[in-house]
């Protein structure tokens, strides 16, 4: 049973930082792309980030260079760095895991993240 549990959310004001981590167990493949999606009231779900089993990164086209997605696969762990916050980053982020090679999602439970003054 797959399991993505995440932490790091909270309020920040515009401009400022925040971390992500998401902890990954019970994939049912070796091979997998952890990642993170977001979903902003009243909007559908984007990529915010992904990074693949063989280190490919792919960002969402609002990020604009401002995140940083990176995974530690000894550890199962895939964190995102986030800087130069704006309010419109403000949304639940979703930890997701998708095995290689097949259209499988898992996600976590989400964490807010909120970017108010």
């Known amino acids: 049973q797959v399991q993505l549990v995440e932490s790091g959310g909270g309020l920040v004001q515009p401009g400022g930082s925040l971390r992500l981590s998401c902890v990954a167990s019970?994939?049912?493949?070796?091979?997998?792309?952890l990642g993170w999606y977001r979903q902003a009231p009243g909007k559908p779900r984007e990529l915010a980030a992904t990074?693949?089993?063989?280190?490919?990164?792919n960002y969402g086209n609002s990020i604009n260079g401002r995140f940083t997605v990176s995974r530690d696969n000894a550890k199962n762990t895939v964190e995102l760095q986030m800087s130069s916050l704006k309010p419109e980053d403000t949304a639940v982020y979703y930890c997701?895991?998708?095995?290689?090679?097949?259209?499988?999602?898992?996600w976590g439970k989400g964490t807010l993240v909120t970017v108010s003054s």
């Open positions: 019970g994939s049912p493949s070796s091979f997998y792309t």
């Open positions: 997701n895991l998708s095995p290689f090679g097949t259209s499988l999602n898992y």
């Open positions: 990074v693949s089993h063989r280190g490919n990164r």
